[in-house]
């Protein structure tokens, strides 16, 4: 098989894993910050 | 502000480090294509180790001050230890397949780090398991420093037993990586470095929100 085929698939799981919980977090803290917003 | 700055570094590590391990570092000798994926692997395991020395630091801290300000980043750097070593595995094993032929090896250093893995796994969730709130913190804080123990198992494993992965190439002995291969992973090791650093800030800030409410 193309080295690149692995090489793409390993910085797909990067991209997945890291990018996924970057963007978990700050939807999160979005979520957090505007209902401390409207409590305030 | 500190913030924004940390974000706007990390992201400009992380593009410089991609460009580096996939456009200006030249395949390897033996390994070829496939030490691109090196850049990955190994930055991502310094990221766990780093990640794992936090949740054990501020665990203990925990145990001894019972302030919350310091299980919000024990909790931040268990899930990032998590996500730390389960890259490494993963991309270990994209790897392996077609380096050494095998997806997974009974190997000490592959062992002691899915170990690392399932520990800070079972750190996460050991938080949830008590109704009582004070006590689901401790038990997690317990786990995380106990876990950390494995650290030291996983990083000299190559050294204190008979392996099938490489010893490491940068030691005290000295450099035993080319300089054109040195470079993209020296930029990548920071670029993980700084993105474990901007994810703590951010999640144990996220855990001072949800508290608070």
Redesign the interface.
Known sequence: MNPWVWVVAAYACAALVLGGYALWVRRRLREAEASQEVEG | MLRAFLGGATAGLVLLG?ALA?WWSPPDAYQ???V??MY??VP?ALAAYVAAAVTCASGALYLWRRQLRYDHVAQAGA?LTV?FS??TL??GM??G??VWGVWWAWDARLVTTAVLFLLYVGCVLVRGLSDDPERGRSLASVVGVVGFLDVPLVHYSVVWFRTLHQPPSIGPSGVTIAPALLVPLLVNSLAYLA?VGY?LV??A??AR??A??
């Open positions: 991609l996939l070829g294509q496939y691109r994926i990955v692997h991502s899930e996500l389960g890259l993963l991309s994209l790897w397949r077609p993105l994810l951010e999640r800030r996220l929100l949800e608070a409410q």
